[in-house]
């Protein structure tokens, strides 16, 4: 489901604004998106153990069922997030990732909007996520994004290091 930059339609945001970050869908497999990966891997290595990390590789980030975002800001790519479906009902937030110096300006609600959107477009009624208490500003996005607690899911562990949160979409799943 990722759809290269240059398609029609691949944009997400409204973007082109300066001062407003650009949402897409992007190659997970580009240079910068690699860099906003291998950044977001060395910021959970340094809060949490490797058996209370849930990371998705590049290649899996190539999935038919992942769909992932990069946001920009000035042509700078500074933030990252994938759609993983999980079920004709629910999709999952995964690698969510907003570079330190760009905290604060919008990016993450950004992409969470652009992940929201295309959900939606899906059918999907539903996202869940897995993230970790350590995570102060991720958690305040979830909440006042509308996400609440919820029991752990595809087959993932529960812990004391962790967290799972679902939101249910406006409009809900499309009925087939």
């Known amino acids: 489901m990722t759809t290269p930059p240059d398609e029609p339609g691949a944009a997400a945001g409204p973007g082109g604004v300066a001062g ?31 058996d209370a990390n849930y990371l998705l590789d590049v ?11 990069v946001a920009r800001l000035g042509g700078m790519a500074l933030g990252c997030g994938a759609l993983r479906v999980l079920d004709g009902r629910t999709g999952e937030l995964k690698r969510m990732y907003v570079a330190p110096e760009a905290r ?19 059918g999907l009624g539903e996202l869940k996520l897995e993230t970790g ?35 249910t979409l406006a409009g809900g799943a499309r009925r087939h």
């Open 20 to 50: 407003e970050p650009r949402v897409a869908l992007e190659d997970p497999r580009s240079a910068e998106a690699r860099a906003l990966i291998g950044a977001l891997d060395d910021y959970l290595d340094g809060l949490y153990p490797p």
């Open 133 to 167: 208490t350590a995570q102060p500003e991720a958690l305040g996005l979830y909440r006042t994004a509308g996400f609440r607690p919820c029991a752990a899911f595809a087959g993932y562990r529960p812990g004391p290091l962790n967290l799972f949160l679902a939101k």
């Open 104 to 122: 604060g300006l919008g990016i993450g609600r950004a992409i969470l909007g652009a992940i929201e959107r295309r959900a939606a477009q899906l």
């Open 59 to 69: 290649e899996s980030l190539c999935a038919p069922e992942v769909s992932f975002f």
